[in-house]
């Protein structure tokens, strides 16, 4: 039985009348049985978070029902296994593939049951026995409790020749790293020295990087008082407010969170505060700004006379509750940055910030559903979106000020070769360089790969000539 892939689309519709499918050995080990004990539920739970992804939801959206689970041990074990599963969703399904004989749909609930079986056995160490008794429990939750039988003797199955099928895992990178395969040729492309390590770096969980905000405390003060109550963290080399935690924590645990003294932050992210060159009295735009991060963090760097701005204005109440939490104040506007006409008052800015929309590809650690959800189509029409943003933004910029344009993005599309397309725009637009210890140089920018304390990153700067 093959799991149907929809080369297109990931997950995109499946058949309402589709075969059911027959156990490759008929008779074999019959299912256990048991109560809808919590594991089994987190189990049921996980497998149709998995599925509604592969339905094109995306992964945040898709976890909603397991935050409503009685125990937060649980919705955090639904998280864990759903992160886990789309991680290495294409080794997953062929192995599933090896095991079965007749199609299920990729996007089915039984489908993403399996996937989560043998996850749990291949990468989280379950013994085979507890995987497959709660695995096989939460069929009935999932309604459909003729395919015990299934489910049971495709994971026992996996339990005595999982180690065999592994070495038979096909080297192809598309299904040894879990990448569509539009993704892989051009990270091979953009990435040929690299390309191995990002997708790899693509697959690990990222750590949790704390910005300490520097009007309430030093970074070195924080760092003393994390050693004080013996949590592991070390200050980030090149991101002069970064302190990474050796061991993730959810932010209520997190000394500092709620009084404002620290956020969660990428490293890469805090790096444009930087490169923005603030001086105190500047009038700034944070053009792209919900959920707030960088907006924040320009104000605890400099006193400068902030609007945040997004297209999104369900997105700026985040915005508004990190200024709140942080006591910081902004101007906080809902508009397009596209078209200024219907928001900006006619005041230049002196420093712009562009964290324009992308791929996402430099969080896919942090996102791993960004794989399965983005197409390669997407991402001509975001260069377009990435071009307009910066067309229409640059006439707001003063004589002397700075302009940079940032991208979560691992592509040359969404960085260089958009920088390129600008610069060539304006007789008064300079390529600032940017000489950095971080990341690597490129011909217009500098970018960064996943790994360590760094999501990927790309990143210009612009100064319009007096």
Known sequence: MAIQHKPSRVGAGSSASHERPRVPRPGGDAPLRGNHRPLANVRAVAARTISRVLRGRSLDDALEPAARLRLAS??????????????????LQWLTVQLLDKPLAADDDIAALLLVGIHQMRSLKTPAHAAIHETVDA???????????LVNAVLRRYAREGAALEQRLPKDPAV??????????????????????VLAANNLQGPLT??????????????????????????HPHAADAVTLAEPRPVEKIPGFVSGQVSVQDASAQLAVDLLDLKP??????????????????????????????????????????????????????????EPARWHDRKPFDRILVDAPCSGTGVIRRHPDIKWLRRPTDVPALQQTQLKLLKALWPLLKPGGRLVYATCSLLRDEGDEIANRFRLLGEDLRVVPIDAAWGEKTEHGRRLAPGGAHDGFYYAVFEKKP
């Open 210 to 235: 704390l910005r300490v905000n520097r009007r309430r405390l030093s970074r070195d003060e924080y760092v003393k008082r994390l050693a004080e109550m013996n949590i592991a963290a070390e200050a």
């Open 74 to 91: 649980d919705a955090a074990m639904v998280r864990t296994l759903s992160y886990g599963v789309l991680r290495e969703l294409s080794a």
């Open 139 to 149: 069929v009935e939750i999932l309604k459909q409790p003729q395919l015990h039988g």
């Open 281 to 338: 009295g500047q009038r700034v735009l944070d053009a792209c700004a919900a959920p707030g991060g960088k907006t924040a963090h320009i104000l605890e760097r400099a006193d400068v006379n902030l609007t945040a701005l997004d297209a999104d204005g369900t997105r700026l109440i985040r915005v508004d509750e990190n200024l709140r939490r942080l006591k910081l104040k902004a101007t906080v506007l809902a508009g397009d940055a596209g």
């Open 176 to 197: 040894r790293h879990s990448h569509p395969a539009w993704l892989v040729e051009m990270l091979q492309r953009d990435w040929p020295q690299h390309w191995e390590a």
